[in-house]
């Protein structure tokens, strides 16, 4: 049995730490004393909790604490006088951790006020800051932004432990000797970062559409801070194709959140029980989506075409072919792997599993892509080599670290060797 209070705080973390280090990053303006408060609040839960008990909003707890432990150590700082003054006014002036308590929300969710957002886009431009380099614009943000170690990190971004962990090293170290500003950039430094902060605020909605491991499939504080920036940033541009592209695909995805699992079974998307989507969010998105392929013209980018692939797929006869077309514009654009994968599984609905495969071969094959390898896996029993795609399928679950995603692919290894039971 789960202790309880491993629980509540390992929920309070994955749904609460980047609004704490956002907060905490601009109210102190230093990102290595806000991400280490934040880490100090969390072991501190860990020792108290037990014996004082879960409080009835551990966000507001974990806050609270944090706050405190950036007092402690600034009160030994000669040179942090004046920021202390500052900093204990805005402390004695806010609520008390435990002072309001919602019945229906005992994780004392976040209320998402104009502040609340900007603070986690002040952190987007940070880490996208063109001073640091792009390899690590990226990690910094997943760290702070949604709390991964760099296991986790390396996972999602198909690469080594050690060589996230060498970013994020330099990064921090460049924000502090360049002192570069947690804030968000005057408007004409924009362009610069775009490209940057959409592609964190797409790997922060990848990484709670599905979970790079654990035992959930869906980290819905992640998508839901995901979709939250990106209405955000829509409405500080709301002429730019990319961001309403954006916007589009993150919406016309997360309205199928509720569908994409049966019990605790991953159901895929040609199955899925169409009712149970949000259709006021797809409405919206296709109004997006719509939106953005007309400011785009003939020129659309990754997130307006990812946007148009989207909005074919939730078409009640998806056109195969106009999908397969947009894939090989996007893959023109970003030839990675995962884009490569999901044109082979798009040409393989729309021209059967042999074409599928033939567009697989030459996708690279990134350490621990279990999805790359689950898909050869798939499309080789289509074509009737079950041995070949029972040693494919082996070692697609052997690289799986997502439960629910390894649980699917251990039904279709079974349904291969038991295909009667």
């Known amino acids: 049995m789960s202790d309880p209070v491993e629980v509540a705080v390992e929920q309070v973390y994955r749904a609460e730490w980047p609004t704490l280090v956002a907060t905490l990053a601009r109210w102190t303006g230093d990102l290595d004393r806000a991400e280490d408060a934040a880490a100090e609040a969390i072991a501190k839960a860990f020792e108290t909790w037990p014996h004082d008990g879960i409080p009835t909003r551990p966000g507001a707890w974990l806050q609270t604490t944090a706050r405190r432990r950036i007092l402690d150590r600034l009160r030994r700082d000669r040179v942090a006088v004046d920021k202390l003054a500052t900093l204990a006014h805005e402390l004695r002036d806010e609520p008390a951790a435990d002072s309001v308590s919602d019945p229906d929300d005992p994780f004392?969710?976040?209320?998402?006020?104009?502040?609340?957002?900007?603070?986690?886009?002040?952190?987007?431009?940070?880490?996208?800051?063109?001073?640091?380099?792009?390899?690590?614009?990226?990690?910094?943000?997943?760290?702070?932004?949604?709390?991964?170690?760099?296991?986790?990190?390396?996972?999602?971004?198909?690469?080594?432990?050690?060589?996230?962990?060498?970013?994020?090293?330099?990064?921090?170290?460049?924000?502090?000797?360049?002192?570069?500003?947690?804030?968000?950039?005057?408007?004409?430094?924009?362009?610069?970062?775009?490209?940057?902060?959409?592609?964190?605020?797409?790997?922060?909605?990848?990484?709670?559409?599905?979970?790079?491991?654990?035992?959930?499939?869906?980290?819905?504080?992640?998508?839901?801070?995901?979709?939250?920036?990106?209405?955000?940033?829509?409405?500080?541009?709301?002429?730019?194709?990319?961001?309403?592209?954006?916007?589009?695909?993150?919406?016309?995805?997360?309205?199928?959140?509720?569908?994409?699992?049966?019990?605790?079974?991953?159901?895929?998307?040609?199955?899925?029980?169409?009712?149970?989507?949000?259709?006021?969010?797809?409405?919206?998105?296709?109004?997006?989506?719509?939106?953005?392929?007309?400011?785009?013209?003939?020129?659309?980018g990754r997130w307006v075409l990812q946007a148009g692939i989207a909005a074919l797929q939730v078409q009640p006869v998806p056109d195969r072919d106009a999908i397969v077309t947009l894939y090989d514009r996007l893959a023109e654009q970003t030839p990675s792997s995962a884009v490569l994968a999901n044109r082979a599984a798009a040409i393989a609905l729309a021209r059967g599993p042999a074409a599928g495969i033939a567009a697989l071969d030459g996708v690279p094959a990134a350490p621990g892509d279990h999805r790359l390898l689950a898909l050869r896996a798939q499309l080789t029993a289509e074509l009737g080599r079950r041995l070949e795609a029972r040693q494919l399928m082996h070692h697609a679950i052997q690289a799986a670290r997502n439960d629910v995603e390894r649980r699917h692919l251990r039904r279709l290894l079974d349904n291969w060797t038991h295909p009667n039971t």
């Not at 800051?129 to 997943?142: D, E, G, N, R, T």
């Not at 775009?194 to 035992?215: K, N, Q, R, S, Y």
């Not at 592209?245 to 016309?252: D, F, I, T």
């Open 108 to 300: 004392g969710a976040v209320c998402w006020s104009d502040t609340a957002a900007e603070d986690l886009l002040r952190l987007v431009f940070t880490c996208c800051h063109p001073a640091l380099a792009a390899s690590a614009q990226v990690p910094l943000a997943l760290r702070l932004l949604c709390g991964l170690t760099a296991t986790e990190t390396a996972r999602l971004l198909l690469t080594t432990e050690s060589t996230v962990a060498q970013r994020l090293v330099r990064a921090k170290r460049k924000i502090r000797d360049a002192g570069i500003a947690l804030d968000i950039p005057p408007r004409a430094a924009w362009p610069d970062r775009l490209d940057a902060v959409l592609t964190v605020i797409g790997l922060v909605f990848t990484e709670g559409h599905t979970a790079a491991e654990g035992p959930v499939l869906v980290r819905a504080a992640l998508c839901d801070e995901a979709l939250r920036l990106a209405a955000l940033l829509r409405r500080l541009l709301p002429d730019e194709p990319e961001v309403l592209g954006l916007s589009a695909l993150l919406l016309l995805t997360d309205a199928r959140r509720d569908a994409r699992t049966d019990g605790d079974g991953l159901v895929l998307l040609a199955d899925q029980d169409r009712d149970r989507w949000r259709w006021n969010d797809i409405g919206h998105g296709l109004g997006l989506a719509t939106e953005a392929l007309r400011r785009s013209g003939s020129r659309p």
